[in-house]
């Protein structure tokens, strides 16, 4: 489901859900999520996967989801950012999340990616080890690249010229 059509199951409140359900607190309002993705200028774009719902025939349930976005590098070009991607629990282990990846490896290839980059952290081992038996490279072992951060103070302290 791409940001330019807002999806008629809405994303946001699953993505919400997931991030409060991980980190306790929920550090941004579905408002937000819904201006970022589905707005004039949208900052991701979303695939959705939906089972039917139970004895419901004709609605269904959002169980599993990637954000992504394109980004730019001077030496490669144009290249796929994988955000996040998410199974809900009961639906692991179905193909669901193999079918996520190949709609956007087809999405790369479609629109000129070399690539597509995204961040695990060291201890997701089944996670990590899903990547690699797909072929993923790690680039911070094999390339020594890390990941930084300058926090809102930093940068306000920076955008002030203190
Ligand atoms: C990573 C993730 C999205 C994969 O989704 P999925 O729908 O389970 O993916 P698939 O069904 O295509 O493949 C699941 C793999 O786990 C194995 N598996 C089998 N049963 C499983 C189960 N009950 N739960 C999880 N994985 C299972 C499968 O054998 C398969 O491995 P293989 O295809 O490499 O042999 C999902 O596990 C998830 O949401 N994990 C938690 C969030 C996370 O860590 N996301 C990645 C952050 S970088």
């Known amino acids: 489901q791409g940001a330019e059509n807002p999806p008629a199951s809405n994303p946001c409140p699953t993505l919400q859900r997931k991030v409060k359900n991980l980190q306790g607190s929920v550090l941004i309002l579905i408002l937000d999520l819904l201006e970022d993705g589905f707005g004039e200028h949208p900052f991701y774009h979303c695939l959705i996967a939906e089972v039917p719902k139970e004895g419901q025939t004709g609605s269904s349930c959002i169980v599993g989801y990637a954000m992504y976005y394109f980004t730019y590098d001077p030496w490669i070009g144009k290249l796929l950012y994988l955000e996040d991607f998410y199974v809900m629990e009961p639906y ?4 669901i999340g193999s079918e996520i990846l190949k709609t956007l490896s087809q999405i790369a290839i ?6 597509m980059h995204f961040l695990v952290v060291i201890w997701n081992k089944p996670s990590i080890e899903y990547y690699v038996r797909r072929g993923a490279l790690d680039l ?3 390339e020594g690249w890390h990941l ?7 940068l306000l302290r920076m955008a002030s010229g203190e």
């Open 92 to 95: 692991r282990g179905l193909g």
């Open 140 to 142: 911070s072992t094999e």
């Open 148 to 154: 930084f951060r300058f926090d809102k103070e930093n």
């Open 110 to 115: 479609k629109t000129n990616c070399s690539c």
